[in-house]
């Protein structure tokens, strides 16, 4: 491998000003007594630096008392008007990441002294709230009062005022810190004289009130965009404006936009950014192959979803005396994409791709993500490469580093790979003679990766993902869960691999970095589980000694049972969330004591500041020197996080419009499916070929009278003696769906209402809830529209 250049060339940060040649500035002058340890980190970074956010916590902490702007620009010896314009900003930036609290006489004190919890507002429809801290933990509990203030998605400080009498912690608002995206979808509601908006998430509880002239014309029941202009306060709720009109009632047309709009997701570029992107070469220029690893030859390939049209990975396999030599081949955008930039910044607003069925809101323009980015077939690409050599074992035993320039040598999907691989296609492995040695390669090193995982204990859920195909319209032609094959698998142990150097890399040199990590799960949710658990003769072990390997355990145990899928999906559902952090404290579902985010850059924002961080590692850089310091990463880490779950939410929402739209389609039809709900109100069943749910309602179960037992999860009939309980098999016909309000019902089908063949046991015993007869055959061929990667 060539050597590297000692350093890169310098990168501009958002916060840097352009330089004022009149005043000549240098390090700035610190108070007396006190020094900021961070003082040549921001000399390197700014033409006129000013004290870093760790100097100014630890200045105001030391001074245990709130001062305001002035003053703390006086005690800090900022007397030049531009470094008071830069101590405004850093200190309204250190209020939005909830590291600051400013009182109504604009004093500043350090939210951590003061005992203040930052965090996510999550509301309920029925009017209180949650806040989720974002240092984890339990979430705290909002009462509708204290909710008036706030929207689902407000960013806010709370004080802890006492214990709810159910035991949680109650919180009231000290401070918003950051509002949630000011646009919504609704309906136009008119009320006394008064144009309402009546958000469509019911979690947005307070209705917008729209002043006269700001309703661009929309009529009564119309299904608007509205853009709030006023937030609301405990006096009042918010206000808005009407942005655009959508239509008189939801079509799977508009399904996208209204959630492009009812989520906040920015999806339309700066003119600077879209300028920028224009100016990059289409071609990797001849200069830019300069000091990198020649892999152009190496017959690297990507493998991804019919309808990919980015390509952030490919890879190589051959087996040597110690075991393999694996390349995995990372798209370099950090080349591309510098800190500081128009691009970068709009990158970091949105943090990650959102994927929807036929439509993508991508994080990086066309231009790149499609273009010069992507590791298209054919066309030499600049690449970051991990190089390792895998053990006989599955263990890594050394790994490296380096930019590289490649031609990717074949385009290729999982369907034709497995195809080739696993079910031996004479066809699909002609078609892919050339490159056929380097996948059964490959494939050889897949299965020893998994002896690997399996040893260590990885959590491996057998998820199907649900994929829709649409018509030019809109319309929902098909529908169907397309499950996993060993060709994913193949590149996700591959990927999981790469992103474990990635971590162990960066930690080990202490480059400020994002980590993924996944904790435990949450006491609460597990002493659920475990209740839950019980009513099928399983069991795991308490929540202080649970370990990933003792959930692959009752994973297998499970696989053949036909309640297999709804109970994998409560294991699933008692699991943490996965986020991103600044501490690396390792992901319990992958059994992994280190875990980074490394081969998606093109899609995740968290990967590309990974990048950056070995880019500048690579350079034996220090990292007190280095662009980002651990504050600047505690704040991307939050904001990152928070931007993944607003995007799985927006493409969740989706998900459940459209199954609503394709089940309009088959009112009167009949399905088999498996209890995975029971309340004192109904069944809820998830179909077993489609994974669409819905709900039996009481009033649709045979004429009886029925009791609810919440411990046991039964509802039994007083006189019939049905019994309902979860993982019963049952066979159900559509009555009707909604697709506004997201809600799918149906009727049990019974072919014979005597009371012995009643549903008395889980589908796996020997009881049966009813004939059962053929299923009339909906299509289910796979529909390739935008694949979705998982975000592990």
């Not at 306060?233 to 009109?245: D, H, K, L, M, N």
């Not at 077993?688 to 039996?696: F, K, Y």
Request: aromatic fraction near 6%.
């Amino acid at each position: 491998m060539p050597d590297l250049p000692a350093k890169l060339p310098p990168q501009p940060s958002r916060r840097a000003k352009p330089a004022a040649a009149s005043v000549p500035r240098g390090p700035h002058k610190p108070a007396s007594r006190w020094s900021d340890p961070n003082a040549e980190r921001e000399t390197q970074r700014y033409e006129h630096p000013i004290p870093s956010r760790e100097a100014i916590l630890q200045f105001l902490s030391e001074r245990a008392q709130l001062l305001n702007a002035e003053t703390l620009a006086r005690e800090l010896k900022l007397e030049h008007p531009r470094d008071f314009e830069a101590l405004t900003k850093r200190l309204a930036a250190m209020l939005r990441d909830g590291q600051l609290l400013q009182n109504r006489r604009g004093g500043y004190g350090v939210a951590q002294k003061l005992d203040l919890i930052p965090g996510t507002i999550i509301a309920n429809a029925e009017g209180f709230g949650f806040l989720r801290p974002d240092a984890g933990g339990d979430d705290v509990y909002i009462s509708p009062a204290e909710m008036r203030k706030v929207m689902h998605g407000d960013r806010a400080l709370l004080n802890i005022v006492g214990i709810d009498r159910r035991g949680r912690k109650q919180g009231a608002i000290a401070e918003v810190l950051e509002r949630r995206a000011s646009r919504l979808v609704g309906r136009i509601v008119e009320q006394n004289g008064l144009v309402l908006v009546a958000p469509d998430d019911r979690r947005l509880h307070q209705d917008i009130l729209i002043p006269p002239g700001k309703d661009r014309g929309a009529r009564s029941g119309q299904i608007v965009v509205a853009e709030i202009t006023q937030p609301p306060t405990a006096q009042r709720g918010p206000i808005g404006e009407v942005v655009s009109v959508l239509g008189e009632r939801l079509t799977p047309s508009l399904i996208v936009e209204m959630a492009i709009a009812s989520h906040g997701l920015p999806n339309e570029w700066p003119d600077k950014a879209l300028r920028e992107a224009a100016q990059v070469e289409p071609q990797v220029k001849h200069d830019e192959i300069a000091g990198r690893v020649d892999l152009r030859k190496l017959p690297l390939v990507t493998i991804d979803g019919e309808d990919a049209r980015d390509f952030d990975d490919a890879v190589f396999a051959e087996p040597v005396a110690s075991g393999f030599r694996l390349i995995v081949a990372i798209a370099d955008v950090s080349h591309y994409v510098r800190p500081g930039s128009a691009i970068d910044d709009e990158a970091q607003k949105r943090s990650t791709s959102v994927y929807f069925p036929g439509f993508v809101v991508p994080m990086l323009p066309e231009t790149l993500s499609n273009g010069i980015c992507s590791l298209n077939p054919k066309v030499e690409r600049l690449c970051m490469v991990c190089e390792m050599q895998v053990g006989h074992d599955g263990e890594v035993a050394h790994a490296k580093f380096y930019p590289a320039v490649m031609r990717s040598h074949a385009r290729l999907t999982y369907t034709r790979v497995w195809q080739a691989l696993g079910e031996k296609n004479a066809d699909a492995r002609a078609e892919l003679a050339d490159v056929l040695p380097q996948l059964e390669h490959l494939h050889q090193l897949y299965r020893i990766l998994a002896k690997a995982r399996q040893r260590r204990g990885a959590i491996d859920f057998d998820s199907r993902e649900v994929k829709f195909r649409l018509a030019p319209s809109g319309e929902i032609v098909q529908l169907g869960a397309e499950p996993r094959n060993d060709a994913h698998k193949l590149i996700e142990e591959c990927m999981i691999a790469a992103n474990v150097e990635a971590a162990k890399f960066l930690d080990t040199r202490k480059i400020p970095a994002l980590y993924r990590v996944h904790a435990p799960p949450p006491e609460s949710k597990y002493e659920d589980l475990l209740e839950f658990l019980k009513e099928f003769g399983l069991k795991l072990p308490p929540v202080g000694a649970v370990t990933p390997g003792d959930f692959s355990v009752l994973l297998k145990k499970i696989h053949d049972r036909a309640d297999a899928g709804l109970i994998q999906s409560v294991l699933l559902r008692s699991q943490s969330l996965a986020v991103y952090s600044p501490e690396n404290s390792g992901h319990f579902g992958l059994a992994l004591d280190a875990y980074a985010h490394f081969t998606s850059p093109i899609r995740r924002y968290p990967d590309l500041l990974v990048h950056r961080a070995i880019r500048y590692a690579l350079t034996k850089g220090k990292p007190s020197d280095y662009t980002y310091s651990a504050n600047d990463m505690a704040s991307l880490a939050t904001h990152c996080s928070q931007n993944e779950r607003r995007a799985d939410e927006a493409e969740r929402d989706v998900d459940e419009r459209y199954k609503c739209a394709w089940m309009e389609k088959h009112v009167g039809s009949e399905f088999d499916g498996i209890v995975s709900g029971v309340t004192s109100f109904g069944l809820f069943v998830e179909l077993t070929e489609s994974q669409v749910s819905g709900l039996v309602h009481i009033t649709q179960l045979p004429n009886d009278y029925y009791h609810f037992d919440p411990i046991r999860r039964l509802l039994s009939g007083e006189r019939r003696g049905l019994k309902f309980r979860l993982g019963d098999a049952v066979r159900v016909q559509v009555l009707r769906a909604s697709l506004e309000d997201r809600k799918i019902d149906f009727r049990l089908v019974q072919n014979d209402p005597v009371p012995e063949l009643a549903v008395t046991k889980p589908a796996l015993r020997k009881a049966a809830p009813m004939k059962v007869v053929p299923v009339k055959p909906v299509p289910m061929k796979p529909a390739p529209v935008n694949s979705r990667k998982k975000r592990r």
